[in-house]
């Protein structure tokens, strides 16, 4: 027998299926020995075998009358010849593991012929070593057992190279790559845009692309039509004419198994890990097509789920490798990012969900975040020119691991349509953008006092994406160093302020008076309040404690729970030039409930404050911004109005303030900050109440 067929071997596992008859143990040795077509040479038990799995698949039993009606007469002869022959399964396993060493041998065999084929036709280096890469492969596998030891010769360290293939300098190389992102992010389609640049040999994000190629796609989420349609629309934002086009047409195909069942690894009956023969029948059927990438997409369907999440990680990995050598390609690796990663624009290598042995088998990860409001990107550290446009939308492009060239900057990518834009991000200087940070929010504490608007940290996080434009941890470390630097300090609230447990604020030092010296006021304290237009100065006074002999501001400052003024005007500070809108602080009351705070915007007869009313169109802005952050955070609205919310609750309000801010035109993010500060004033009131 050779060593690579053994058809003795073949007759006796198609015997032992066809004796058998019963499908679900048919199903069952088929995956416990792990068999496929591709272990028999003969062609009568290759059909045999077709034609036993698809009838054991449909819960048929298998004998020779019903195989007499799939097989040719020749094919069923070998079939009867075989079942008279071994008429036990016994040995069933014996026989199965001879099939699979056979195919190995198969395997080793190809793989050094192709080799020997190069050699012949005088390849370089370069090419070469992938192929020598697989042989050793091939053959570690047939043996399943290490080699001996041999050293390394002169030769093999002169033709060593620092790293494989390069695709795209800077970016790619043919070895695993992992491109991780929230979904919705377009990740797919981004690298539709990708393959079409490496199948035209154009620059792609700036870098030299130095190995064109072809690239497949093996879906298991989006069909072939959809992708179709957008590499349509690619082409067209791309502005090809007729002879790119059919390039890029011609250099990108899909594999579409998004109805299948079709793994790297799986479980088998014990519930170990096992690879499929998934590798070598993408292997054999594109090998020598030009691929410089295979695409699956997404990861997760392709594994063997997440009950072993770092084995199965692994085993993915294994598979991909094998691909990448047999076919001399870059294999990526389409997955998510974790919930919380992509909430707070984590960018380093295992922003992924999941565990860590799938970023650390990659030698390429990239993670793509959405620029929102809600994660603060848009203001971490911008190149020069980037924005966003109506109709537009941004993520950067993190290439968080790079093994074979040194580390790169973050990529600001735009995208408008199907025609994409970038920008590279400057280095950051962690402690000049920690000093811009602090100084952004003692300016926005500084100017929201002299308005008499008080914050706590709970309402500063709240509004950290949709006012501030900041990430919460960011906001963290600000408000730590500007305590650390004696800038910014919790006070007591004003006598007439405290509530309940809540009697602190925080307060920009630089803004306080000292506690002696201080100037008499402008306008006596008994003196009637003036006129609600804006001074002509726009230089805000000195501002001071009541407690220690200073002044309050000029014009007198509102409290949270003051109207604007006495007779009822509107500050000019609170007008929305532009559309007259108009925010004033709500008319203060006695009790809470439905009559007076609560709802915040309701007069005692249940109607809206006028002041809150568009002149032009009529529509109750701020009622409607309330009744859109209750629903964004999951909430009663009367509940949130009214203050009485638990801790989870304040968490939700958080996280919905920051969504709905997200959505909100400039000129109406005033109001939501007004918003959110009322409500915590109320929440202050209720505590000191039985």
Known sequence: MSATANPVAEAAVIAGLVNCGD??????????????VDDFTVTAFREAYKSVLAMAYNGSRVDIPILAQRLDPHDLAAVQSACIEHVSAANFGIYAQILKDCRKARQEQAARDRLAKAVADGAPPSELAPLLDAVRASHSNSANSPPPFGGFGENELQAARLHPKCIVEN?????LALVAAAGGTGKTTLLLYEAAC????????????????????????????LFAARLREIIEAMGLDEYEQRIVRESIDVWDVS????RLAELDAGGNIVLTDLPDRIIEAYRNTGLAQVVMDPCISFGPGERIVNDGEQAIVTACRRVMRGLGCCVRLIHHSGKANARNGNLDQYASRGGTALPDGCRMVAILSSVTSDNGHSAANPPDGWDLLPGESGFILARAKLSYCPPQPNLWVRRRGYAFAYFVEQPRDAKAALGRDAEKVAEFLADELTHGRRYTANTLEAMAGSTLK????????????????????ERELPSDQRRGRRKTYLHPVRYSAEPVGGMEPENPADSPVGDPNPPTSIIPPPYREERNGGIDAVPSSPDFLQSAKQNGGITAEWRNRETGLTCPDTPATGEIGNNSISPLFRQPHGGITAEWRDNETGIDLPAIIASRLAQASGLDLDVMLSGRLTESDWAKLADGAADLGRCLPEEQKPLLAGLLARIDAVAQVREVRP
């Open 171 to 175: 970016y790619l190389y043919a070895d």
């Open 198 to 225: 490496i199948a035209l040999g154009r620059s792609l994000w700036g870098n030299r692309v130095v190995t064109p190629g072809r690239t497949l796609f093996v879906t298991a989420e989006d069909s072939r039509e």
């Open 23 to 36: 499908p679900e143990i048919i199903g069952r040795y088929a995956v416990d020995h792990s068999l496929s």
């Open 470 to 489: 900041m990430p919460r941890a960011h906001l963290r470390s600000a408000l730590a160093a500007l305590e650390a630097a004696g800038r910014l300090e």
């Open 259 to 262: 109805g299948d069942m079709v």
